[in-house]
C-alpha cells in the first residue's frame, strides 16, 4: 500500500489549537473595537455641538437672537441630522432626539436671548463615556456619565480642553 501522508488533512489538536488563538485575538479586539466606537461617538458629539455653536453665533450676528435647532436647519446655519420630539419649532421647550450613541435635549426659551443643549451617552461605556453641556456662552463643557444615563454635565462642569 502506497503512504498517504501527503493527503493527509488536519489533526482534531491543530483545529483546537487555531480555534484557541481566534478566540484569544477575538478576546482582545473586541473592547478595543468598543472603546473605540463610544471614542468616535464623543468625537462627532463634540463636532455636532461645535456647529451648532458657530450656527447660534451667526444666527444672533445676523437676526440678534438665538433660534430653535429647527430654525437653525431650515435658515442652513446647521444640519443636526436627527428626528425631534416634539417639533423644534415650538418655543420654551425641551426638544429631544438621539444621534451618535447619544441622547440629546436642547431648550430655547422665548425670549431667543439664551439656549442651553446636553447630552448623555445611550449605553454608557458601549457608546460614550462623558456627558457634555452648551449653552449660549460657546463653552462647551464635559463631565464623566453614569450607568443611570443621567445628564451630568452642567454650566459648573470642566470645560472642554
Request: net charge positive; glycine share 8%; proline share 4%.
Amino acid at each position: 500500500m502506497a503512504s498517504r501522508r501527503g493527503e493527509r488533512g488536519f489533526t482534531l489538536i491543530e483545529i483546537l489549537i487555531v480555534i484557541a488563538l481566534i478566540a484569544v485575538l477575538v478576546a482582545i479586539a473586541v473592547p478595543q473595537l468598543v472603546k473605540s466606537k463610544a471614542a468616535g461617538n464623543e468625537k462627532a458629539v463634540v463636532s455636532t455641538m461645535k456647529g451648532i455653536v458657530n450656527g447660534q453665533g451667526l444666527r444672533l450676528s445676523e437676526r440678534g437672537q438665538f433660534g430653535t435647532l429647527q430654525e437653525l436647519s431650515q435658515d442652513n446655519y446647521v444640519e443636526v441630522g436627527a428626528t425631534m420630539t416634539p417639533p423644534s419649532a415650538q418655543l420654551n421647550l425641551t426638544v429631544a432626539f438621539e444621534k451618535a450613541g447619544y441622547k440629546w435635549e436642547a431648550m430655547t426659551p422665548t425670549n431667543r436671548q439664551s439656549w442651553t443643549m446636553r447630552n448623555a451617552p445611550i449605553e454608557y461605556t458601549k457608546t460614550g463615556k462623558n456627558c457634555f453641556f452648551v449653552n449660549e456662552t460657546g463653552v462647551i463643557r464635559q463631565a464623566e456619565g453614569n450607568s443611570q444615563n443621567a445628564y451630568t454635565a452642567s454650566v459648573t462642569s470642566s470645560p472642554l480642553q
